[in-house]
């Protein structure tokens, strides 16, 4: 494979999950593929702003007038790490450690894992300190 197939980068992976989905898609298909779709459609907007405490508080000004039902609760799971580039598609540990810790974060939560550079981590901790949601 050419050294133009195939890129390797340092880069923040970002998985999300929407609690309760699953069991959501069992009673009424149609209201868990809605709300996957406003899920999606949320934050989009938000993910140029590479803050998943912006995700977080987004979602829970949203939750605060609509029903239980309707509510969409994520949790959210960071890892910085080594990935591949290839084929429009990303692989490589950094994508695997993000897509275990994402199961990690609570509701309305999220999960990093902390052996970041000195920089990234003093940028998060600060991030974590200033926001009122569970980390």
């Known amino acids: ?4 197939a195939e890129q390797r980068k340092l880069a923040a992976i970002m998985f999300t999950d929407m609690v309760g989905y699953s069991a959501l898609s069992q ?18 907007e938000i993910f140029p702003r590479f803050h998943a405490t912006e995700i977080q508080r987004a979602l829970a000004k949203r939750n605060t007038d609509v029903s239980v039902d309707r ?17 429009g598609d ?3 540990d ?34 974590l300190k200033s926001s009122r949601l569970r980390s």
């Open 90 to 92: 990303v692989y490589g």
């Open 71 to 87: 509510r969409i609760e994520v949790k959210i799971g960071i890892h910085i790490g080594d990935v591949v580039h290839r084929a």
């Open 27 to 44: 009673r009424d298909d149609k209201l868990a593929l809605e709300l996957l779709e406003e899920h999606r459609r949320l934050l989009r």
């Open 94 to 127: 950094g994508v695997n450690i993000a897509s275990r810790i994402e199961p990690l974060a609570g509701a309305a939560g999220f999960a990093c894992r902390w052996t970041l550079n000195a920089r990234f981590a003093t940028r998060w901790a600060r991030v």
């Open 1 to 4: 494979m050419s050294s133009l």
